[in-house]
């Protein structure tokens, strides 16, 4: 089994930045890929960004602006979120998972309990 921890949610105002960070304990020998999800009021959770091995790879809405990093050694995933927008107003899950290159949440067999990010316009 594998347990994830997020931190570093808040509020934050339009344009501004905030640093998730993803704590992974127990067997996390078995994890390859490593991926940030979020969910707003009222909507599917939606995949953010992953990374495996030497790759990253982000949705549409957020490249150019988030940057996910793993630090295996200390087994977290850090997820760099800059000028932020309202909507990116969620509540962010950090997910993990045995198998390379997975974007779909079903896909990620352990999931965190999520942070919420709040943007003010």
């Known amino acids: 089994q594998v347990q994830l921890v997020e931190s570093g949610g808040g509020l934050v105002q339009a344009g501004g930045s905030l640093r998730l960070s993803c704590a992974a304990s127990?067997?996390?020998?078995?994890?390859?890929?490593m991926g940030w999800f979020r969910q707003a009021p009222g909507k599917e959770r939606e995949f953010v960004a992953a990374t495996w091995s030497d790759s990253t790879y982000y949705a549409d809405s957020v490249k150019g602006r988030f940057t996910i990093s793993r630090v295996s050694a200390k087994n977290t995933v850090d997820l760099q979120m800059n000028s932020l927008k309202p909507e990116d107003t969620a509540v962010y899950f950090c997910?993990?998972?045995?198998?390379?290159?997975?974007?779909?949440?079903?896909?990620?067999?352990?999931w965190g309990h999520g942070t919420q990010v709040t943007v003010s316009s």
């Open positions: 997910a993990a998972a045995h198998r390379t290159g997975v974007v779909v949440g079903g896909a990620y067999d352990y």
């Open positions: 127990g067997h996390t020998f078995s994890i390859i890929t």
